[in-house]
């Protein structure tokens, strides 16, 4: 079974960096995009970056020039390093990564369990 799994939130202080993780296990035969989203309370979720398998990244105007997302893909991982921190960084992070199980033919949009950002100003 196909799972991502987010590590890397908690609190920082304005001017703070973070550096989310989120890891693809399961039966995996290929990953497309990966990405990162956001979510505070009352409003709908948000793109924080996305990171395409052949290395074409974007970036939410909000964050770019502080955030950066990387991946490896022999691990099946995805990383965002988040420095400048503000406090409107303050949400819910959910991983997000178009994968194709093994023995399937169509990839499958997955998301994360999300993590906690919380930026104290």
């Known amino acids: 079974q196909v799972q991502l799994v987010e590590s890397g939130g908690g609190l920082v202080q304005a001017g703070g960096s973070l550096r989310l993780s989120c890891a693809a296990s399961?039966?995996?035969?290929?990953?497309?995009?990966m990405g990162w989203y956001r979510q505070v309370p009352g409003k709908l979720r948000e793109l924080v970056a996305t990171l395409s398998s052949g290395g074409n990244t974007n970036y939410a105007d909000s964050v770019k020039g502080r955030f950066t997302i990387s991946r490896d893909n022999a691990r099946n991982t995805v990383h965002l390093q988040m420095n400048n921190l503000k406090p409107e960084d303050t949400a819910v992070y959910y991983c997000?990564?178009?994968?194709?199980?093994?023995?399937?033919?169509?990839?499958?949009?997955?998301w994360g369990q999300g993590t906690q950002v919380t930026v104290s100003s």
């Open positions: 399961g039966s995996i035969r290929s990953i497309n995009a």
């Open positions: 997000n990564a178009g994968i194709m199980a093994s023995r399937t033919q169509t990839y499958v949009n997955y």
